[in-house]
């Protein structure tokens, strides 16, 4: 069995910043992508942020230049530096992996951008 965990959501205010981080435990031989996506109240899960195994990333348009992503192998942990956030950015942001033959998603944490 494959758990993430997920952790660093809450509320910030426009133009903040917020670190999201996500640790795989359980039976995994090799992780080959992680990454990022959220959903925010009515629209579709969207990509945000994905890096390989071997570091190559990949983000959506929106936010290139203000999200960072980054993955700590020996951990099995990635993280999402999320910098001048915006409110439309509100939405619950998933952790995604796939190994051989699989994918697994995190329950989900709440990032909030309010003033």
């Known amino acids: 069995q494959v758990q993430l965990v997920e952790s660093g959501g809450g509320l910030v205010q426009p133009g903040g910043s917020l670190r999201l981080s996500c640790a795989a435990s359980?039976?995994?031989?090799?992780?080959?992508?992680m990454g990022w996506f959220r959903q925010a109240p009515g629209k579709q899960r969207e990509l945000v942020a994905v890096?390989?195994?071997?570091?190559?990333?990949n983000y959506a348009d929106s936010v290139k230049g203000r999200f960072t992503i980054s993955r700590d192998n020996a951990k099995s942990t990635v993280y999402l530096q999320m910098n001048s956030l915006k409110p439309e950015e509100t939405a619950v942001y998933y952790c995604?992996?796939?190994?051989?033959?699989?994918?697994?998603w995190g329950q989900g944490t709440q990032v909030t951008v309010s003033s």
């Open positions: 995604h992996i796939t190994v051989p033959f699989r994918e697994y």
């Open positions: 359980g039976s995994i031989r090799s992780i080959s992508s």
């Open positions: 890096i390989t195994s071997g570091g190559t990333t």
